[in-house]
């Protein structure tokens, strides 16, 4: 063991190699931001933030909701670009600073737990984690929680914990719990940790009540505009997501669940509506859906898995990391847990779940208690660590977790199991099979070997993240691994498909009187360029067979249909005080898919059709592989 650590030194000299780590993630990360990611694509939500906490600093937040985020995030977008007048440049500079700032923070965290090889290897796999880099570069508003998270993370994790660590920590958590409520799973994680102390009880539980009065005293001016502003404490729930993402539903759920939204319930009021069908879900997400984002036992091109190409895989260093650090041994007691709680899933899966949707539970609710009745022999200041995934599956099962930037805050999790399973465990079980076979000659091999390996996983993992940033950034979708390498040899110029949203909002820009005008649109990402205000249509709202008129005006749209377009138009008008008479219209079609339109709405998309209304003056028109555009003016002067 002596003669591997040796090696290992002579390999990492010296300790500016996680400095390097994270100033290379930095320095490509920033080229890529600055140079490939010139308009908004996936991160067009990011527009909703910032011009709702533009909107909030011009003193109208009364009119702002969030579905998914308080306004902490939003505010501190919004007055950043009063300074540089570029929210989009502005955004996407805090995720590079975020996303590097926690590539930096993964490494002392680790070190302060294991030593550092663990850190260095978890470092890697965090690093290389190719929804960081995906995300990294975009506009949004996930990284900078993760950040703060991140050195909360340190902190909580020293050996011998201090009181200013943990006012530190709690300061930490509150702001990010500002941007991002996923902090509170930090927050209550720490808690736990803190309880779970054998020695000085009275020391540990006087921290957990002073981590929870920073937090609470750190996140008081959002509760007090909360309150102030909408009274009440936390202005959003789940229910938005609930109807809109879960796999099983139907239209008097989701419609009860869009009411609930509207008229600012909670999320209780979300679950009970049909408790059954909720259940339903919830174990869905949990056992299935949840394990497959980790795991990828489909080829899921959204898995967040430490080996993402290859389904299954990335369970082993999860497993074997666990096994290491809650030093479980093959002996009566754990093979009667293991038993016990495999067959009880089993026969609950036969009873009343489906194999195909819970067949995990038979993996892991085992594992889950394996670990919980051995958990004293882990090593104390990983538990946060070892916690955090545990209350992540448990509380955020209740709606369905899509894409990558989801999980973040696992992330730190796997990233140490990798690290300990490639560091700790792998050379262990070469030894192993040294002791079984000498003339193998195993130890001059082993680090070479694990070397080879771990670089073989983070290549893929960077050829992954490659995929997923070219099928978005390009209009071109991925066909194979080798079309892929010929496109690199090619001097072919790809449309970054926010180029046409782009022209759209300059054409309109330019058109007389556009900042009082309102532009009706398809999606809320053309209000970023248009300079205009915007109201959101989908097409599929108001009654099947009505006028153009009625339908622009929105006469005969629900209440939870003008709703939910006032809170993605621009400026946000949630209590409907606006009323909207679009002066001009957006129509677009993405590929070639128009099903959820009404069909007398459908010959907008034809702008020679003799049957539009005499009324609307085709402005532009553009159809291409990927999507039609049409602007339209209405002129209702003219209307017939």
């Known amino acids: 063991m002596q003669l591997q650590n040796k090696k290992f030194k002579n390999l990492i000299p010296d300790r500016k190699i996680p400095i390097i780590i994270t100033v290379a993630f930095f320095l490509i990360t920033l080229y890529v931001a600055a140079f490939h990611h010139n308009y908004w694509v996936i991160d ?22 969030l579905h998914n985020a308080p306004v902490g995030g939003p505010v501190i977008y919004a007055f950043l670009n ?5 929210g989009f440049g502005v955004m996407k500079s805090i995720s590079v600073l975020s996303a590097s700032g926690a590539v930096f923070f993964s490494y002392f965290i680790l070190n302060n737990i294991f030593n550092r090889r663990v850190a260095l290897v978890g470092q890697l796999f965090f690093a290389f984690n190719p929804w960081l880099g995906f995300f990294a570069i975009q506009a949004e508003n996930e990284l900078l929680p993760i950040f703060l998270i991140s050195v909360s993370l ?37 808690i736990i940790f803190l309880f779970l102390q054998g020695k000085k009880i009275r020391q540990y539980s006087f921290f957990s009540m002073i981590i929870l009065f920073v937090f609470l005293i750190t996140l008081s001016p959002l509760i007090f505009y909360n309150y102030t502003t909408h009274e009440s404490i936390f202005d959003t729930n789940a229910a938005f997501f609930i109807q809109m993402e879960n796999k099983y539903h139907y239209p008097e759920w989701q419609e009860a669940l869009k009411q609930i939204n509207f008229s600012n319930g909670s999320t209780i009021d979300a679950v009970f509506v049909d408790f059954n069908l909720f259940l339903q879900n919830y174990f869905h997400n949990l056992f299935y859906n949840l394990p497959n984002r980790l ?60 194999i195909k949707i819970h067949f995990f539970a038979i993996i892991g609710v085992p594992l889950f208690f394996l670990c919980l009745f051995n958990s004293r022999k882990v090593q104390k200041n990983a538990l946060p660590l070892l916690i955090i995934p545990a209350l992540f599956a448990l509380m955020l099962s209740v709606a369905l977790l899509r894409v990558g930037e989801h999980y973040f805050l696992a992330w730190f999790s796997l990233a140490m199991l990798g690290g300990v399973f490639f560091a700790e465990v792998l050379p262990k079980i070469f030894r192993k099979i040294q002791s079984v076979d000498p003339e193998l000659d195993l130890p001059r091999k082993t680090w070479f070997l694990i070397t080879v390996i771990i670089t073989l996983i983070l290549l893929s993992n960077l050829g992954y993240g490659y995929v997923a940033y070219s099928a978005t950034h390009s209009n071109e979708s991925f066909v194979s691994v080798e079309d892929e390498f010929t496109k690199l040899f090619q001097n072919k110029s790809l449309e970054q498909p926010g180029m046409e949203i782009k022209k759209i909002g300059d054409i309109l820009s330019k058109q007389h009187d556009i900042e009082n005008s309102y532009v009706m649109v398809p999606h809320h990402h053309y209000a970023y360029y248009i300079n205009g205000k915007t109201v959101l249509a989908q097409f599929g709202e108001g009654i099947p067979d009505d006028t153009f008129e009625n339908y622009v005006t929105r006469k005969n749209w629900t209440d939870t249909e003008i709703f939910n377009s006032n809170l993605f138009s621009q400026p946000m008008d949630r209590q409907d005080l606006n009323k909207p008479k679009p002066d001009y219209l957006i129509y677009a079609v993405v590929h070639n898919d128009n099903s959820s339109h009404h069909e007398y709405l459908k010959i907008l998309g034809e702008p020679d059709n003799p049957m539009l209304p005499s009324n609307f003056e085709v402005l532009y028109s553009s159809d291409k592989s990927n999507a039609l555009h049409v602007i339209y003016k209405i002129n209702y002067e003219n209307d017939n």
Do not use: C, W
């Open 44 to 65: 067009h939500d990011g527009q909703i933030y910032l011009h709702a906490g533009e909107q909030i600093l011009a003193g109208n937040g009364s009119n702002v909701k």
């Open 82 to 86: 009063q300074f540089f007048d570029n």
């Open 154 to 190: 340190y902190f909580i994790t020293k050996k011998e914990l201090k009181l200013q660590d943990i006012v530190i920590v709690g300061i930490l958590l509150g702001v990010a719990a500002t941007i991002r409520f996923q902090a509170i799973i930090a927050l209550m994680s720490f």
């Open 295 to 354: 795991f990828n036992f489909n080829y899921d091109n959204l898995n967040v898995s430490l080996i993402n190409s290859v389904p299954f895989i990335g369970l082993i260093p999860i497993i074997g990391g666990l096994v290491y650090l809650f030093k479980i041994k093959i002996n009566k007691n754990n093979l009667i847990i293991i038993a016990s709680f495999a067959i009880t899933s089993a026969i609950l899966i036969f009873l009343i779940g489906e």
